[in-house]
């Protein structure tokens, strides 16, 4: 995501669900307090409920500016609601704590809009504000939300999610015994984050386990490895992204032209379980592969488009392409599937991205509380917003994982024993040879 601070408007490129990288990338961490409150009673969940659809109405209609006679059905409608909540705060069982209901409301209401978007409560904020900048130490896992709870993306290769035993897709049920289906993605990325060599226990959900998987990782500076390439048969160079933090768009290119140098027909960029970095690198390293075109636009209710097209001068080869994505490719990565895809530059092959793409705004509110709202979301060259249908390659090959071998539920197994379980062969690197040996070499 790419957060717009208040008042100087200044934009900082960074991404909600990859807070937990740190060291070389510019990500804006959302830092709240660590005295989260424990989820709501059942007791007050019924109030929350009336009170999130009153602010849901009572937003819609103050952000958008308009006159009531252009919303008289809204209006009748807070009328409603507006009884149903003086009923329940007059005739409930006992009388609600309204701040708490207040509070658990706008979580709500703003969760509701996207994952990417988070209300914090003046405490909150406050530290979001202190902690911003600084180097934490982290987990090494871009996280998100889906089904209500935290999920992981994917995980930095060596960095600390990684040695514990943490994978993409696992869904963190909890983080030190707070379910996260009652955190925001701001507070889940606060918990995960902290002094370097301390610990923290997730528990986590996997297929086949009818239990939650408790682990221990200790955070740690994580260092985003270098981008790495191979020459495989058939002259065909392979590279091997694993994040898109700053620098990475150039560390790319000059991958390609040795490649080239080494007598490279054709190309594979490996983007899989790459969710980390910033848009502009995605874009950069996209143009790479382009000389013409759109690859990518931004666009929002307030925000006016901006398209970001193929500048010829920065393109470096002309060589046929596959790209190679999976469920754990999300953001920039995403940026450059979609754009050699959007294209017709080459192929994309592998399983469906996770689908990830906006930017958000800091709003002050006056009690010293603020919004984190998304503003705008990138699209694809068709017109597509990557966050809603991600990207779906050319050429489908299911993750390896899904054909893994996972020990039932009754049985106990290490989170390095599974890893062993899983098949070995990468079947959707060899169906991306496969499809360059299929076309001919150009350039």
């Given at each position: ?166 994978e993409g897709s696992d869904i ?87 490649l080239q140098k080494s007598g ?180």
């Open positions: 995501m790419v957060t717009v601070e208040p008042k100087s408007q200044k934009l900082t490129i960074g991404r909600a669900h990859q807070n937990g990288y740190n060291g070389s990338t510019s990500e804006e961490v959302v830092a709240p307090s660590e005295k989260i409150k424990n989820p709501m009673s059942n007791k007050i969940k019924a109030v929350v409920l009336v009170s999130s659809l009153a602010l849901v109405l009572f937003m819609a209609l103050g952000l958008s500016g308009v006159r009531a006679s252009s919303n008289d059905g809204a209006y009748r409608q807070l009328q409603v609601y507006s009884e149903v909540l003086s009923r329940v705060r007059s005739e409930y069982v006992e009388e609600p704590n309204i701040p708490a209901v207040t509070d658990g409301a706008l979580h709500g209401l703003l969760e509701s809009l996207d994952a990417n978007s988070s209300y914090l409560d003046p405490a909150q904020y406050k530290e979001y504000k202190e902690h911003k900048g600084e180097g934490r130490g982290d987990i090494g896992a871009a996280v998100s939300k889906r089904f209500g709870y935290a999920a992981v993306i994917s995980v930095i290769p060596g960095g600390p999610a990684d040695k514990a035993g943490v963190i049920e909890a983080i030190e015994g707070k379910s996260t289906r009652e955190l925001s993605l701001a507070e889940i990325h606060n918990l995960l984050s902290g002094q370097p060599g301390s610990n923290i226990t997730i528990s986590v959900v996997r297929p086949r386990r009818a239990e939650p998987q408790k682990i221990v990782i200790t955070r740690d500076l994580v260092a985003i490895p270098q981008v790495t390439d191979k020459m495989l048969e058939d002259n065909i160079g392979l590279i091997k992204v694993d994040a898109f933090t700053k620098g990475k768009a150039q560390e790319v290119a000059n991958r390609i032209k040795s490279a027909k054709k190309l594979i960029l490996d983007v899989r379980n790459a969710a980390a970095g910033e848009e502009s690198e995605g874009i950069a390293t996209a143009n790479l592969f382009l000389n013409h075109g759109t690859i990518t636009y931004l666009q929002g209710q307030k925000y006016p488009r901006e398209a970001f097209n193929a500048d010829p001068q920065k393109a470096v080869t002309s060589l046929p392409l596959v790209v190679l994505v999976n469920r754990g490719t999300a953001g920039p990565a995403e940026v450059v599937a979609s754009a050699v895809l959007g294209n017709a530059r080459g192929d994309v092959v592998g399983d469906k991205t996770f689908g990830d793409g906006s930017i958000q705004k800091v709003i002050e509110m006056q009690d010293g509380s603020a919004l984190i709202l998304s503003v705008a979301k990138y699209y694809t060259p068709e017109g597509k917003a990557i966050q809603d249908t991600a990207v779906t390659p050319n050429v489908i090959v299911a993750d390896n994982d899904d054909d893994g071998l996972l020990p039932d539920e009754d049985q106990q197994s290490a989170p390095d024993q599974e890893k062993r379980a899983r098949p070995q062969q990468d079947d959707q690197l060899q169906k991306a040879i496969q499809v360059l040996k299929n076309r001919e070499t150009k350039g």
